[in-house]
Each structure stands twice: as structure tokens, then as C-alpha cells.
């Protein structure tokens, strides 16, 4: 099929777990959004255990070999003109970190980034990640591709992006290393079109920790992005983190692009 796509809009939404999130409403949010694309992180998942379809969408599921671990996800409203399941890396792509679709002249990606928070080995297991997902991303843009790549990237970019920035500056999630893979990134040629739309000086927040009431006092994190060409980022009618529903420790990122 020929021509450009419509005005689109994105979800992308780490899960913490399908079939938790589905159990909170997630059938429901999705009825209630009528998004064309929607992400999906940390799905907790095999494939045994996670439907053949959603609703109306054409469902790409990338599950970790690791059961109930990791895994990402991608509904389209339209059937995907290409699908690339993972980067192509052993190491990486048993956890179910990356899953591509080609639609119509944009590219979507769905990524979860690895955690760091549970010790050094990790953490530099996150490090050498970001450095191959870099180079697959340059690869992708070095084609003519436009992006859209949405994600949990376990990275607080900049000050505003973090409630307690001075109390976490040697934690994961928000080192100096992580925050300047992020800015090599973008000038690679990508965008934090969320960032963009809602101005430099907006706190906002996508994922907030179970403990102490944090999201009830909204001291959060902002982890989840969708990072754009700039022709798409610049295209951007609608960005908002709704709060509610509560279907994980994450809310989804909701943009629309007038593509």
C-alpha cells in the first residue's frame, strides 16, 4: 500500500508483567486510547502465555528465552510491511530487548533497556548494551530511516527528569555515563520528541518506586521515551504521561504525530 501514514498516535509502556497488566485494565485502556502503535516493555511473558492477537492489532511478541523475565512487544493497526526480531546480538536478544517494524516509510522500535540497579555486574552488562544498541540505531539512520523508538531506557536524561536528582547521582539510571549515552545519541540525529513538545523546564514522570507512596507524591523518574527523526519529532500534535490508569509501576507515553 502506497502514500503516507495518517495522523498516528504512539503508546509505549513498560508492562511490569502482560498478564498483571491486563488483570488492571490494559484491555481496556487500549479500547479507550484507539492508538495505531503501541509498544510494549518487560512483558514478564513466554509466547505460550501471551495471545496470538489483541483486539483488532497485528501482535509482534519478542519474549526473553528466560521465563517470566524481560521481553517486548509491538501492536499495529496496520499489517507491518517488515519485522526484525532483535539486533542481531545472542547476548542481548535471548533477554527480548529490541523488536522493529516497518510501516509505510517510519520504523518503529520497541526497546527495554536493562536494568543496572541490582549490582556491577549489570550495570555493565547495561553499559555494553547501550553501546551495541547505539551502533544498531546509527545502522538504521545511515539507511535514510525514520524512527520512532520507544522504550523503557532505564536513563534519567537530565536533572528535571528525576525528582531527587542531587540524592541519585551515583545511582543506575542516572550516572553520568548513562546521561551521556543518551546526548551522543541524539546526535546521532533523533529527537526526545516528549521532551520537545512539553519544554525544557516541565517535570514529568513515568516510573515511580513501590515503596514509600512515591507515585501517590509523584517523586518519580522519567525512564520512558520515544526518541524521533526530526522530521517526525517536529510533527508532534499531542504528548502526555497520564498517571491513570495504574496498570504498572510505569505509565504509558501517549504522543500523536502528524505524520
Known amino acids: 500500500m502506497q502514500g ?9 509502556l513498560n508492562l511490569n508483567g502482560y498478564r498483571a497488566a491486563v488483570k488492571k485494565g490494559l484491555l481496556e485502556f487500549l479500547s479507550s486510547q484507539h492508538a495505531d502503535i503501541v509498544c510494549f ?21 519478542h519474549p526473553a528465552e528466560r521465563k517470566g523475565y524481560s521481553g517486548v512487544g509491538l501492536l499495529l493497526k496496520q499489517k507491518p510491511e517488515d519485522v526484525h526480531v532483535g539486533m542481531g546480538v545472542k547476548i542481548y536478544d535471548c533477554e527480548g530487548r529490541v523488536l522493529r517494524a516497518d510501516l509505510r516509510g517510519v520504523t518503529i522500535v520497541s526497546v527495554y533497556v536493562p536494568s543496572g540497579s541490582s549490582g556491577d ?9 547501550l553501546k551495541a544498541f547505539k551502533r544498531y540505531l546509527k545502522a538504521l539512520l545511515a539507511e ?3 524512527l520512532i523508538v520507544c522504550g ?12 531527587n536528582w542531587q540524592s541519585n547521582q551515583k545511582t543506575s539510571g542516572f550516572l553520568p555515563e548513562e546521561r551521556k ?4 545519541t541524539l546526535k546521532l540525529g533523533l529527537r526526545d520528541a516528549y521532551r520537545e513538545y512539553i519544554g525544557p523546564d516541565t517535570a514529568s514522570y513515568s516510573w515511580w518506586s513501590l515503596r514509600s507512596g512515591a507515585r501517590g507524591r509523584n517523586v518519580g523518574w522519567r525512564l520512558d521515551y520515544q526518541l524521533a527523526s526530526p522530521e517526525l519529532a517536529a510533527t508532534v500534535a499531542h504528548a502526555e504521561i497520564p498517571m491513570e490508569p495504574v496498570l504498572s509501576d510505569h505509565a504509558p507515553v501517549v ?5
Open 152 to 163: 523503557d531506557y532505564n536513563i534519567a536524561h537530565q536533572k528535571i527528569d528525576l525528582k
Open 41 to 61: 516493555q518487560e512483558l514478564k511473558a513466554d509466547l505460550a502465555s501471551l495471545p496470538e492477537s489483541v483486539m483488532n492489532y497485528h501482535t509482534l511478541w
Open 4 to 12: 503516507r501514514l495518517p495522523v498516528v498516535r504512539v503508546i509505549s
Open 255 to 259: 504522543m500523536e504525530y502528524d505524520l
Open 144 to 146: 535514510g530511516r525514520k
Open 121 to 129: 555486574p549489570r550495570q555493565a552488562f547495561k553499559i555494553r548494551f
Open 181 to 184: 549515552w543518551l546526548d551522543t
